[in-house]
């Protein structure tokens, strides 16, 4: 099954507010990913989070990850109406045949200017 | 450096008819993943090719599904014949190692509508 689960599923903000979307994982994992996908274009990756790091910034962006309540959440402060986007959180699953990406339904993030 | 590009970008056919979607992936890259995201639900994993080597096809939803990637370049997938529930956005990714700290780089997508 797949894992990863976003919420909140949507959420408008203003501009300049922040902005934090959660994800929740099943399995244990070596790292967690945050990518986002704006109308009409591919996913791009934004930051990746490993098991034994609890917290990554980049920019604007702020990571936390709680392997104990299997858990992470994305901030991302200031926010722009180019923040407007679909963010979603992957997981990398270890199987038989290599590794490969689990993600979740995602988060629909609309910043009003 | 070009990135992963896909073709066509939106693609409208009809229930039962052929559609063949595109993927070059980046030059170098010997890892190439099909996903798809259908009716906004979550990003589901199709298939991963090593080189021209099927290596996980495990997500592929059933024989109406075809991928190819001959000669280890660029990657086929088709769907014949197309059902509605087929329709959703195509994505493909490739990455140059597949350990769980490579990044997997992105196209923009097939949007793909079976009327």
């Known amino acids: 099954s797949q894992q990863g689960e976003e919420d909140p599923q949507a959420l408008s903000i203003q501009e300049g507010e922040n902005a934090t979307m959660n994800c929740s994982y099943k399995?244990?994992?070596?790292?967690l990913q945050w990518y986002r996908q704006n109308s009409g274009r591919g996913l791009v990756h934004l930051i990746l989070?490993?098991?034994?790091?609890r917290e990554k910034h980049s920019g604007r962006l702020r990571v936390t990850l709680d392997t104990s309540k299997k858990s992470s959440s994305l901030l991302i402060t200031a926010s722009r109406a180019a923040d407007t986007a679909s963010y979603f959180c992957?997981?990398?699953?270890?199987?038989?045949?290599?590794?490969?990406?689990?993600f979740g339904a995602g988060t629909i993030l609309r910043v009003k200017s | 450096e070009a990135g992963v590009t896909q073709f066509p970008s939106h693609s409208v056919i009809e229930k039962g008819q052929t559609v063949t979607l595109r993927c070059d992936p980046i030059?170098?890259?010997?890892?190439l993943y099909w996903y798809r995201r259908v009716m906004g639900k979550e990003i589901k994993f199709l298939l991963h090719?090593?080189?021209?080597?099927?290596?996980?096809e495990s997500g592929m939803p059933n024989n109406r599904f075809l991928a190819e990637r001959t000669g280890g370049t660029y990657s086929t997938l088709k769907v014949q014949p197309a059902e509605l529930e087929d329709s959703g956005v195509y994505f493909c990714?490739?990455?140059?190692?597949?350990?769980?700290?490579?990044?997997?780089?992105f196209g923009q997508g097939t949007r793909l509508t079976v009327v």
């Open positions: 990714a490739s990455s140059l190692k597949t350990g769980p700290f490579t990044e997997a780089f």
């Open positions: 399995t244990s994992i070596n790292n």
């Open positions: 989070i490993r098991s034994n790091e």
């Open positions: 992957a997981t990398v699953r270890t199987g038989e045949y290599g590794n490969k990406l689990v």
């Open positions: 030059s170098g890259h010997d890892n």
């Open positions: 090719f090593v080189k021209e080597s099927k290596q996980d």
